[in-house]
């Protein structure tokens, strides 16, 4: 008669572990697609932000040998690739463009971080909106991934 409450608390446990893994481990993977100047790829990490507006956090670091401009000048093209090909709209997600200042040119160790959130609204036609730009700290990023990146 007591093993039922038991079996119960632990099986409540196990799927609350299980969940919790799956909450922190998130999509990491790199992602490539066509632009007009070439193909273009970027390192993909995608987290849950623990915030009710914006359910995901996105992390894009461009790879260094990226033909063309920087993969912002393609966000609201590289947001909805990655919104697609991850099953979220984009409006739902807040993403952050992380730079490593001084990576291109081949800088010693100890680079500055820039780290870009941006943020989608979509208008009126449906089409995603033009991103809303900020300068974010290693610390709000942190916040918004649960762990130091």
Same mark, same amino acid.
């Given at each position: 008669?007591?093993?039922?409450?038991?079996?119960?608390?632990?099986?409540?446990?196990?799927?609350?572990?299980?969940?919790?893994?799956?909450?922190?481990?998130?999509?990491?993977? @790199?992602?490539?697609?066509?632009? #007009?100047? &070439? +193909?273009?790829?970027? =390192?993909?990490?995608? %987290? !849950?932000?623990? *915030?009710?507006?914006?359910?995901?956090?996105?992390?894009?670091?461009?790879?260094?040998?990226?033909?063309?401009?920087? @993969?912002?000048?393609?966000?609201? #093209?590289? &947001? +909805?690739?990655?919104? =697609?090909?991850?099953? %979220? !709209?984009?409006? *739902?997600?807040?993403?952050?463009?992380?730079?490593?200042?001084?990576?291109?040119?081949?800088?010693?160790?100890?680079?500055?971080?820039?780290?870009?959130?941006?943020?989608?609204?979509?208008?009126?036609?449906?089409?995603?909106?033009?991103?809303?730009?900020?300068?974010?700290?290693?610390?709000?990023?942190?916040?918004?991934?649960?762990?130091?990146?």
């Amino acid at each position: 008669m007591h093993r039922l409450p038991l079996f119960l608390f632990v099986l409540l446990f196990a799927a609350l572990a299980v969940m919790d893994a799956s909450a922190q481990s998130g999509i990491d993977e @790199v992602l490539t697609w066509r632009s #007009y100047s &070439a +193909e273009r790829s970027a =390192r993909v990490r995608v %987290f !849950d932000s623990g *915030d009710s507006r914006r359910l995901h956090t996105v992390v894009i670091e461009e790879a260094n040998d990226n033909a063309g401009g920087p @993969v912002t000048d393609e966000a609201r #093209y590289v &947001a +909805e690739t990655i919104g =697609r090909t991850f099953g %979220f !709209d984009p409006v *739902d997600a807040f993403f952050v463009f992380r730079f490593e200042v001084g990576s291109a040119t081949g800088a010693s160790a100890g680079n500055k971080i820039l780290l870009l959130r941006v943020t989608f609204r979509r208008g009126a036609t449906g089409e995603l909106g033009a991103p809303s730009w900020r300068v974010i700290s290693a610390e709000t990023l942190s916040d918004l991934t649960d762990r130091a990146l």
